[in-house]
């Protein structure tokens, strides 16, 4: 997994950057329900869970002349995969670390997620904090188990993004994909990949070489 | 109640089904209690089904005279066996001895019988006699599988049966009440010799499909269509216990997995609560034996089937109704080790258990008992891939799979291990290293879980999976690229624009692995998966892959038209691939797939049983025919109607394997492409 730093482009007024975003979090708290979400508008309440880790794309256009791509790294959950997970943060632009707003346990994981983070991932890293399941505790008051005040002040305390979310009926997970590129360095956008310049985010570019790109390799 | 090996129960197998190399009259003594316990339990239980035996001589020649006379030939140049007991009437007048009687049987007094010569009226003027023993069968009749079988029994051999005494007097007046074929064929050298009027009457019949008939006497199925309905959560209340543990009992198949702590781990049907007790049951028994140094291998409760593998620290149950043999149900119980082991690798799960005996495997394990139940339902519903431990690829012409494992080889990168294409579940292409081939079991591990459980399909996009491969290696990772394309676009889909797979059935789905051992190359192997669709599109080989996926597999009327055969397996023992046209139309439905399934596994257990040596075998049933033969080169299964003539059947089976033969380089991935 070669370096990936924020990549983009200018092409006269308009802006385009990628940025490369792993979801943390405990199993079942909804990491693959989000990006679901977030990429397909869909949501499906019987999935099984992530086996490995799921890389999906999605842009989003944050004003008439900067869209933003994510790269996203859908990890699962469980403790076994957890040696993998450096893989998927190293040179990671930004994480949303996820919890279960039922669950108290979930909250800690996540916390542990965020020290992991700052501790080992990139230094700018924009880490967003998102309780899920908000449609539980709308229906349900008392399955609420973590207070949104207390995470808030979590979220403050590490100097995390945070949104409760419900990728259920939508609330917030676009404004949390939103929020996050907006505090992405766009500006510093340099060339995506030495490696594979051209190549990737192809069909977005007004001036790409078309979609042959992807010749035979040379070995 | 249980056996220490499955020898004793397995050289019986040959005998049910009327072997053809088998001496007919020769007694051997050592065997006469399996014998007879196998005479005995065919009664019990399926008194309708019965096979040609006692006409040696005409199951010897399948093919009927005007067909080519090769293509039998080869099981009558092998030596001449050792004598042994057939379990048929050897001949009319010889009494089924007492002595033959298994000495565990359950109703000594009913066995020892004389036994009654019936003579029976043939349409066309013939007569033929039949050893029937008097008195046994209608006290018998009801009886579950008594203890020490596990044969598959819904087709066991049962000329003595009650059945056949109640109804002998009808059937010499009224022959339409039976398949013309079934009772002619007992004694006739041919169909030639049937009366017009016969002829005629069985003409009207001949389409019957099979198990198109109501099948009263065998309710082993009557649950099937609520076999992968779950069962209820016991509520906090206790109130629907009872009902719950009902539903739980009226599943026909269960798979438990447990520590030999006597922890649970997974079982397939009931949650925690509900399973506890019995895997504390379970766990006792086996530890019994366990300590006796005679480990416990299986044992039989009514019509129900439990069979016990130890893997180490794991115990490994199936139990089943559904009248498996044990080597099948053993075979199942490996996968779901092998599925444990693809999930954790064997190391951490020793070292597991050395640390801890008492470890809970649940938390490991977590978010996998999805992949061990599409693993367990797969078997439930009968994998045919399961059965003959093959594989099964994807029609297409040489030169088409040539081209795919070129552009395959092209793109290679270095990190590549494996590189697949494989279109729902069927192989499209390998590409492997020299010295690496992939083993099959690992392949189905992979299959099941992209195509059976839906955790990685639904999530779309790409996957990166670590997933250990115990065949090929059971100590260590490796890591598989993943991606999707569905046949019924116009484009590839790539992460971006993948739509929803819910219409799509896992048929439709094309998917391109590419396995590595090293865990960093996911971009490596992302850049070759793009390099490989591009240039399979633009070289049109995504098309023909798209195409043949559509098409799905041909009828078994499209491959040889007009036959009576309705379904067949046919299995490259050395590509260790095999073929079979679409379920469609005759077995669509889950129960009917189901039923011929268990016939396909009665006739597998036949065939494949320790000792055994039949190497073509005839099995007549009152809802259906079938027929199996086993080469060096291939095993073939198939199977017609009630009503089909045997001639038909044969001349079916020879027809398929011709164009198998003809299409070999079609339907098997033959050598593979190696670098």
Known sequence: MAARGPAGSRVGNSRFAQFKLVLLGESAVGKSSIVLRFVKDQFDSYRESTIGAAFLTQTISLDENTTVKFEIWDTAGQERYKSLAPMYYRNANCAVVVYDITQASSLDKAKQWVKELQRQANENIIIALAGNKLDLVTEQPDKRAIQTADAEAYAREAGLLFFETSAKTAENVRELFTSIAKKLPLDQAGPRNPRSGGRGGVELRPDTQGTQAGGPCSC | ?675
């Open chain 2, 1 to 675: 109640m249980r056996h220490s090996s499955d020898q004793r129960k397995s050289p019986s197998h040959d005998r049910l089904y009327a072997p053809i190399d088998t001496a007919p009259t020769a007694t051997a003594a050592e065997e006469d209690g399996i014998t007879a316990t196998m005479t005995h339990d065919g009664e019990n239980e399926a008194p309708k089904h019965r096979t040609h035996a006692d006409s040696e001589q005409s199951t010897a020649t399948i093919t009927p005279q005007k067909d080519d006379a090769t293509t039998l030939e080869g099981h009558e140049q092998r030596p001449p066996l050792p004598p042994r007991t057939s379990l048929l009437g050897d001949r009319p007048t010889t009494p089924l001895s007492p002595r033959k009687r298994p000495a565990f049987q359950s109703k000594p007094t009913t066995a020892v019988s004389s036994v009654d010569i019936q003579t029976l009226s043939f349409p066309d003027g013939s007569r033929g006699t039949f050893p029937t023993p008097g008195s046994r069968s209608v006290s018998d009749a009801g009886h579950g599988i008594s203890g020490g079988t596990s044969t598959p029994s819904s087709r066991k051999v049962s000329q003595n049966g009650s059945e056949f005494d109640d109804s002998t007097s009808l059937m010499s007046y009224t022959p339409t009440l039976r398949a013309n074929g079934d009772l002619a064929s007992l004694l006739d050298e041919g169909l030639n010799s049937q009366s017009p009027a016969w002829k005629l009457l069985s003409s009207q019949a001949d389409n019957v499909n099979p198990f198109e008939t109501i099948d009263y006497e065998d309710n082993a199925l009557l649950n099937f269509d609520h076999e992968f309905d779950e069962v209820e959560a016991v509520d906090s209340k206790g109130g629907n216990e009872e009902q719950v543990l009902l539903q739980w009992k009226g599943k026909l198949k269960h798979y438990l997995i447990l520590s030999s702590a006597g922890k649970p781990i997974y079982s397939r049907h009931g949650d925690q609560n509900l399973i506890n007790g019995y895997i504390g049951i379970i766990q006792t028994i086996i530890s019994f034996f366990q300590d006796g140094k005679d480990p416990l291998m299986g044992f039989t409760a009514g019509d129900t089937r439990f069979v016990v593998a130890i893997e180490g620290p794991l115990y490994f149950v199936a139990i089943s109704k559904l009248r498996e043999s044990d080597s099948q149900l053993r075979a199942q119980l490996e996968a779901l080790y092998m599925q444990i082991l693809s999930t954790l690798t064997l190391p951490t799960l020793t070292q597991l258990f050395t640390n801890r005996p008492n470890t809970d495997l649940r938390r490991p394990l977590e978010g996998t008992e999805t992949l061990l139940s599409s693993l367990a339902d797969s078997f439930t519903k009968g994998s045919p891939s399961a059965l003959l431990s093959a594989l099964e690829c994807l029609k297409i012409r040489k030169s088409q799979r040539h081209a795919i494992n070129n552009t395959l080889l092209k793109a290679r990168t270095e990190k590549l291990l494996y590189g697949l294409v494989v279109a729902g579940g069927r192989l499209v292409s390998v590409i492997r290293p020299k010295r690496h081939s992939l083993h099959p079991s690992d392949l189905s591990l992979i299959f099941n879980m992209l195509f059976e459980a839906g955790s990685v399909k639904a999530g779309g996009g790409e996957n990166w999976i670590p997933v250990c491969l115990p065949g090929f290696n059971k100590t260590g990772y490796l890591y598989m690229y993943v991606s999707f394309i569905n046949a019924h676009d116009g484009e590839e889909s790539s992460s971006d624009q993948r739509p929803s797979t819910a219409g799509s059935s896992p048929e439709d789905e094309i998917a391109i692995l590419l396995i590595s051992t090293d865990k960093e190359s996911f971009y490596e192997l992302k850049q070759m998966r793009d390099d490989v669709v591009a240039q399979l599109e633009r070289n049109g080989s995504m098309d023909i892959i798209k195409t043949a996926v559509r098409q799905g597999r041909p009828s078994t009327a499209d491959i040889v038209p007009g036959t009576q055969l309705r379904h067949f397996l046919y299995k490259s023992r050395a590509n260790v691939q095999f073929m079979m046209p679409s379920f469609s139309p005759d077995f669509s439905s889950l129960l009917a797939r189901r039923k011929l399934m268990s016939l396909y596994h009665n006739l597998h257990a036949s065939t494949h049983a320790k000792h055994s040596h039949v190497k073509v075998l005839h099995c007549v049933a009152r809802d259906s025919i079938s027929l199996v033969w086993t080469t060096p080169l291939f095993e073939f299964y198939c199977v017609a109607g009630p009503n089909a003539s045997r001639a038909g059947l044969a001349q079916g089976a020879n027809k398929v394997i011709q164009w198998v033969k003809r299409e070999e380089e079609r339907v098997f991935i033959i050598g593979g492409a190696v670098f």
